[in-house]
């Protein structure tokens, strides 16, 4: 198995991911959004690439079954249910519902991945279960981060090598590109204190000026779902076994 990191996907073709085994990382703040939306209960969470595309999607389903969620420049689109804060995505608001949500970074990272044999969503809050699951398989593993408008992003790359991390302590024989092992470096350096990161980093320094500090907080932890949200057939679901697995 060997493991590979996108530290940025806008140089990527998107049929380059056919047949791949993929995680997309978007830290701050759309994976931490989708992993919580569906934990809490959405139906489904549907990403889309552009604001037209969200509201065309969202006029040609069931009214008040579907609900629109995004961000431009960190705030809530015009028009929108939502914005990409994942405290705005609770049981009480989505329980049941499609979400189609588009945000600057993040779901363009998916939709370019969409072609993927398998595709998984990752954050802090559902690591260790993505890392299990991908430990498990033996197919090369493509880790692409969000990035931030095509520039990198140091959330997303820790995210990428603590995952990394994780799956070394299962299958520590794992074949690691150039790109992959500098995630793991970071990730040492910075594991420690992942809330003094995410609010450190360049994005994190734009959600807070935002007013976004609570985001920053609940994003920077780990492990609170075990959900693996899988990307197939245009939408983004937990599948039944891992709803099974959490309510044990």
């Known amino acids: 198995m060997k493991v590979n990191v996108f530290f940025v996907p806008s140089n990527i073709d998107d049929i380059y991911f056919a047949g791949k085994t993929t995680v997309v990382v978007d830290v701050l703040r759309a994976t931490s959004t989708i992993v919580t939306a569906l934990y809490n209960g959405a ?19 069931f009214s008040g079954q579907t609900l629109t969620g995004g961000e431009r420049n960190t705030k ?27 945000t600057t970074n993040g779901t363009k990272a998916i939709v370019k991945a ?3 044999k398998n595709l998984y969503i990752c954050s802090f809050l559902n690591l260790t279960s993505v890392s299990r699951l991908l430990a498990s398989q033996e197919s090369d593993i493509e880790i692409v981060c969000s990035g931030g408008s095509g520039y ?7 995210c990428a090598g603590l995952l990394i991390s994780e799956i070394l302590k299962v299958n520590p024989d794992i074949e690691l590109t150039d790109s992959a092992r500098a995630g793991l470096l970071l990730a040492k350096s910075y594991e420690s204190d992942l809330y003094k990161m995410l609010s450190e980093c360049d994005h994190g320094k734009l ?11 609940f994003c920077s932890n780990l492990n609170v779902y075990d959900v693996v949200p899988v990307f197939s057939a245009n939408t ?5 076994v891992d709803k099974n697995e959490t309510a044990s």
């Open 207 to 217: 959600l807070n000026d935002n007013g976004y500090q609570e985001d920053i907080k």
């Open 114 to 116: 969409k072609f993927s």
């Open 152 to 158: 990198f992003c140091m959330e997303d790359t820790v």
């Open 76 to 102: 809530k689109i015009d028009g929108f249910h939502f914005g990409n804060s994942p405290l705005e995505y609770n049981p009480d608001n989505i329980k049941g519902k499609s979400i189609i949500l588009f």
């Open 236 to 240: 983004i679901k937990i599948p039944a």
């Open 43 to 61: 139906k489904e969470v549907i990403p889309v690439d552009s604001t037209e595309f969200a509201l065309k999607v969202s006029s040609s389903t």
